[in-house]
């Protein structure tokens, strides 16, 4: 069985805004309690951010807000060219994108919001609990079958993922392969829902999403994950919790990072500001199963 759960309590930092009345002029205060601002989210965290959208909205009602749901690679898109101002999304730069960067000298302010996981996850009757990185690089870079790992697996399971287009795809990549060449075929299906649904309805898939997509949802089990860190130590199979994620003890941490086209006291700024240190937004993320950007820590053995 596993170590025992540590449980986490979380006091969040309150985040004091700064006065208008004594540190803006008028005019630049009106430009960012009033306005428009339209920012671009990640398909991939949309359903975690939707809520704080709502918060913001109510706590600046004189700005016109909109936003967008879009592909991560959209997203990258829309802020490296200029065309947004602000955007929401759950991965790291890929090469392109950072080449681009370097080669105009491209910088963009960033604001982490929350940090979520990379999981795999299957039906409720899948004959298997607990999983090995390392072995899971092999399974898939290589000739190997999953069944020479796992005997009590009696199929050869289908990885499924969101399309190759999504930050879901972009993570598995980067923080599960690692630069590996993916030898074994993942099935792409178009959004969060359709690879939720496909692993329900089929029994030997594997899906590939975030821990926000399925916590606390009967439907699935999240696979938990042995590896060796960075210490060479082996961390031993947890379940996929927060409070594992505060401790850097999952190998998949996912976070969710907020861009701006600058760092001035503009309504975009203050959007990033909000949704990544505002208290309500922050609790609302510990609530919800992830893990606040912006908090306190306080991690308590249960007994």
């Known amino acids: ?25 008028k005019s630049e205060a009106d430009s960012i309690n009033a306005g428009e601002l339209t920012i671009y989210c990640d398909e991939a965290i949309y ?13 600046y009602p004189n700005i016109n807000f909109d936003y967008k749901v879009v592909d991560a690679r959209e997203v990258m898109n829309m802020i490296l060219s200029g065309q947004a101002e602000a955007v929401i999304v759950s991965r790291n730069y890929l090469p392109d994108e950072d080449s681009l960067m370097t080669e105009f000298d491209v910088q963009r302010t960033e604001m982490i919001a929350a940090e979520d996981a990379l999981v795999f996850y299957v039906s409720r009757d899948f004959p298997l609990d607990t999983i090995n990185h390392e072995q899971l690089v092999e399974i898939l870079t290589t000739q190997k079958s999953f069944k020479e790992f796992y005997p009590q697996v009696s199929f050869e399971p289908e990885f499924v993922c969101n399309s190759r287009r999504s ?5 598995f990549l980067e923080l599960v392969l690692g630069g590996n060449k993916l030898t074994k075929k993942v099935s792409l299906l178009n959004g969060v829902d359709s690879v939720k649904t496909y692993v329900y309805d089929n029994k030997n ?21 042995s590896y060796i860190n960075k210490e060479g130590k082996r961390e031993p199979p ?41 208290s309500i937004v922050q609790t609302y993320f510990k609530d919800l199963g992830i893990v606040p950007g912006f908090a306190q820590f306080k991690l308590i053995k249960q007994d």
């Open 1 to 25: 069985m596993m170590n025992k759960l540590i449980l986490l309590t979380i006091s969040v930092m309150l985040f004091l805004q700064i006065s208008c009345d004594n540190k803006f002029e």
């Open 47 to 59: 359903q975690a951010m939707d809520s704080t959208f709502k918060m913001y909205q109510s706590a």
């Open 167 to 171: 930050a879901e795809y972009a993570n």
């Open 205 to 225: 898939a594997i899906g590939i999403g975030y821990l926000s997509h399925v916590i606390r949802k009967a439907n699935w089990k999240v696979l938990r994950v």
């Open 238 to 278: 947890q379940i996929v919790h927060q409070s594992y994620i505060v401790q850097n003890r999952y190998p998949y941490i996912v976070r969710y990072r907020v861009l701006i086209q600058e760092s001035t006291m503009s309504r975009a700024f203050w959007f990033a500001s909000y949704v990544s240190k505002e």
